[in-house]
T-cell receptor
Framework: DAKTTQPTSMDCAEGRAANLPCNHSTISGNEYVYWYRQIHSQGPQYIIHGLKNNETNEMASLIITEDRKSSTLILPHATLRDTAVYYCIVRALTQGGSEKLVFGKGTKLTVNP | DAGVIQSPRHEVTEMGQEVTLRCKPISGHNSLFWYRQTMMRGLELLIYFNNNVPIDDSGMPEDRFSAKMPNASFSTLKIQPSEPRDSAVYFC??????????????FGSGTQLSVL
């Protein structure tokens, strides 16, 4: 699987946009970019994923560069409840057709009042 | 849907005892995953099943760990004998795999295991 690099931590003011970067320079053509987050003491939560095009859902937007070597997760109006560890993961289909997500260290996002 | 259900929520046991963690995946999901999380090692994938069959158990730390999925709605992770270094939060996750590589994982609330 392609390796991802994320900043260890970031801060954001409440109500402002939080932009979380992720580098995945070795990504291959069939690998998706996934974002999950983990709020303290809870299980990880799916946020969004994409292959080539930018994606948006009710939680966030995902911007993938044209060369697909990096991406940015955008939380448009961060709230205190968005304080969490955010994981960027690159994964392709495995044998047997099953998903196999390997989590790195992630970015600890702190939203400040 | 109730989501992925794990039990117990907390488990405290003594070294050498057998520990069994339980997981009920989301109905209709065909893939199930067991993860372990510690401060030092982060989230580690232990094993995953597809259609009740173990596909990859390369993350299982040693023979003291075993996992089963007797049917589509139930899985167990057993540690026998348990050791203090097994103390961690154990998460179960499930997904609906259609073989397209873009499935979402849904995680349970985890089991906090403390081995004294």
């Amino acid at each position: 699987d392609a390796k991802t690099t994320q900043p260890t931590s970031m801060d954001c003011a409440e109500g402002r946009a939080a932009n979380l970067p992720c580098n995945h320079s070795t990504i291959s053509g069939n690998e998706y970019v996934y974002w999950y987050r983990q709020i303290h003491s809870q299980g990880p939560q799916y946020i969004i994923h994409g292959l080539k095009n930018n994606e948006t859902n009710e939680m966030a937007s995902l911007i993938i560069t044209e060369d697909r070597k990096s991406s940015t997760l955008i939380l448009p109006h961060a709230t205190l409840r968005d304080t969490a560890v955010y994981y960027c993961i690159v994964r392709a289909l495995t044998q047997g057709g099953s998903e196999k997500l390997v989590f790195g260290k992630g970015t600890k996002l702190t939203v400040n009042p | 849907d109730a989501g992925v259900i794990q039990s117990p929520r907390h488990e405290v046991t003594e070294m050498g005892q057998e520990v069994t963690l339980r997981c009920k995946p989301i109905s209709g999901h065909n893939s199930l995953f067991w993860y372990r999380q510690t401060m030092m090692r982060g989230l580690e994938l232990l094993i995953y099943f597809n259609n009740n069959v173990p596909i990859d158990d390369s993350g299982m730390p040693e023979d003291r760990f075993s996992a089963k999925m007797p049917n589509a709605s139930f899985s167990t992770l057993k540690i026998q004998p348990s050791e203090p270094r097994d103390s961690a939060v154990y998460f179960c996750a499930s997904s609906l795999s259609r073989g397209q590589g873009n499935e979402k994982l849904f995680f349970g609330s985890g089991t906090q295991l403390s081995v004294l």
